[in-house]
T-cell receptor
Framework: KQEVTQIPAALSVPEGENLVLNCSFTDSAIYNLQWFRQDPGKGLTSLLLIQSSQREQTSGRLNASLDKSSGRSTLYIAASQPGDSATYLCAVIYAGNNRKLIWGLGTSLAVNP | NAGVTQTPKFQVLKTGQSMTLQCAQDMNHNSMYWYRQDPGMGLRLIYYSASEGTTDKGEVPNGYNVSRLNKREFSLRLESAAPSQTSVYFC??????????????FGPGTRLTVL
């Protein structure tokens, strides 16, 4: 079964810390992997999209890597801020399942001032 | 640009009632999607529309119908609501052109409670 798993489910860190969120997927045949952010009671915001042929993508303090052979992606957040507090979701489009995102359950991040 | 808009934001229904959730996007996107989000289950795709005039079932289509009214609008209808349909519903859209799937843009969600 094609699944996406995120660990840890929750994370609490002090402000300024660099942190890594993990996402694993069960099949290396993917079209792309996306990281989203969800604030409480709100919709989802796309952060980064990594195509199957890419190894990483960067946006500001965020860096996402993709290792298809191991079925893993990491989202690195540098110099975390209280405004980074949110749930971070990983989603994968598997080959042969075009345009259908398979979602992880997310990591709930709290950055404490 | 408003992006993806959804109405209503909140709704309470009684079992057996019907309602339609509205979604519109102003980004000239070809593809649109309906998801539901439940605690411990993650987001699950209900229906999607790859382009105007087409709709396809997702992972959990039972109990729902959709209409792609035009390129901008994609509605989700519950004909006879059940408590199991209590959830947060998200609409999303994407360019949907080319061979590679692309970024999806989400609306703010509709929080539905069925009593």
């Amino acid at each position: 079964k094609q699944e996406v798993t995120q660990i840890p489910a929750a994370l609490s860190v002090p402000e300024g810390e660099n942190l890594v969120l993990n996402c694993s997927f069960t099949d290396s045949a993917i079209y792309n992997l996306q990281w989203f952010r969800q604030d409480p009671g709100k919709g989802l915001t796309s952060l980064l999209l990594i195509q199957s042929s890419q190894r990483e993508q960067t946006s500001g303090r965020l860096n996402a890597s993709l290792d298809k052979s191991s079925g893993r992606s990491t989202l690195y957040i540098a110099a975390s801020q209280p405004g980074d507090s949110a749930t971070y979701l990983c989603a994968v489009i598997y080959a042969g399942n075009n345009r259908k995102l398979i979602w992880g359950l997310g990591t709930s991040l709290a950055v404490n001032p | 640009n408003a992006g993806v808009t959804q109405t209503p934001k909140f709704q309470v229904l009684k079992t057996g009632q019907s309602m339609t959730l509205q979604c519109a996007q102003d980004m000239n996107h070809n593809s649109m999607y309906w998801y539901r989000q439940d605690p411990g289950m993650g987001l699950r795709l209900i229906y999607y529309s790859a382009s105007e005039g087409t709709t396809d079932k997702g992972e959990v289509p039972n109990g729902y119908n959709v209409s792609r009214l035009n390129k901008r609008e994609f509605s989700l209808r519950l004909e006879s609501a059940a408590p199991s349909q209590t959830s947060v519903y998200f609409c999303a859209s994407s360019h949907g052109t080319g061979s590679l799937p692309d970024t999806q843009y989400f609306g703010p969600g509709t929080r539905l409670t069925v009593l």
